[in-house]
């Protein structure tokens, strides 16, 4: 029980940390997205 305890702990640690990760690489994403949008509208 213990055991199941820990991996479901690392689990969501990973699935934390993949999260974070995954939010970084979306705001850069949108960062080009408008930067590309704001030269067109020039």
């Given at each position: 029980?213990?055991?199941m305890?820990?991996?479901q702990?690392?689990?969501q640690?990973?699935?934390q940390q993949?999260?974070?990760v995954y939010?970084?690489?979306n705001g850069a994403?949108?960062?080009n997205l408008e930067t590309q949008i704001g030269q067109?509208?020039?």
């Open positions: 029980n213990q055991q305890q820990q991996f702990q690392q689990q640690q990973q699935f993949e999260t974070q939010q970084r690489g994403v949108l960062r067109i509208a020039k």
